[in-house]
């Protein structure tokens, strides 16, 4: 069964500062990852995805690929506290034919 | 635009009572339908998925029933409410099943007394 860890669990970063979120899976068949976003009360939010080994820049947010260390990750650029919210890794496009999510990370971004 | 609507906002429900929570979507047709739940703070945990009318997966054994009686609806439901029922149910749509961004509703938070 396809296993999706995050770190770190909790993340609090300064107003402006960099954000980094990490996600680690254990199915190499997967082929499809997203990072989603929800603040409190809400549903969550598609961020990005990203398909292919490498980054992908959009806005303030990047995310990494690389395939063959089973690792995914996010960067968020000079992070505001509207960005405190608690970030999902998800992946799908593995042998079960299931998305999964991670257990996700709060960041708290400090004015 | 597509829109996705989850009733109730909210409930609060006695244990072994029965509950029905519903979804639906506008502004698309022949929607992947999902359901998920999530424990307050917790990762989101799918239930149910359907591709299409009268065609529903269970994903994980949870005392929940789901069924899809329009294209446009989705319905989670069971007859005897447990303790561990309560949490966040989201309902949410894509294009591909399972391999597609998936968009989700506002969510109906459920407390189980």
């Known amino acids: 069964q396809q296993k999706v860890q995050q770190s770190p669990e909790s993340l609090i970063v300064p107003e402006g500062g960099m954000a980094s979120l990490n996600c680690t899976f254990s199915d190499r068949n997967s082929q499809y990852f997203w990072w989603y976003r929800q603040h409190s009360g809400e549903g969550p939010k598609a961020l990005m995805?990203?398909?292919?080994?490498g980054d992908k820049k959009e806005g303030r947010f990047t995310a990494h690929l690389n395939k063959a260390s089973l690792h995914v990750s996010l960067h968020i650029k000079d992070s505001q506290p509207s960005d405190s919210a608690l970030y999902f890794c998800a992946v799908s496009g593995n042998s079960n034919n299931r998305i999964f999510f991670g257990d996700g990370t709060q960041l708290v971004v400090k004015p | 635009a597509q829109t996705i609507h989850q009733w109730p906002v909210a409930e609060i429900k006695a244990v072994g009572s029965p509950l029905s929570l519903g979804c639906t979507i506008k502004?698309?047709?022949?929607?992947?339908l999902y359901w998920y739940w999530q424990a307050t703070g917790g990762t989101l945990q799918q239930l149910f998925y359907s591709i299409t009318v009268g065609q529903v997966e269970s994903v994980v054994q949870l005392n929940l029933s789901a069924s899809r009686p329009k294209d446009d609806q989705f319905i989670l439901s069971t007859e005897k409410l447990l303790l561990s029922h309560s949490g966040f149910y989201l309902c949410?749509?894509?294009?591909?099943?399972?391999?597609?961004?998936?968009?989700f509703g506002p969510g109906t938070r459920l407390l189980v007394l």
């Open positions: 949410a749509w894509s294009l591909h099943i399972n391999q597609d961004t998936q968009y």
């Open positions: 995805s990203i398909f292919s080994n």
């Open positions: 502004g698309k047709s022949s929607p992947n």
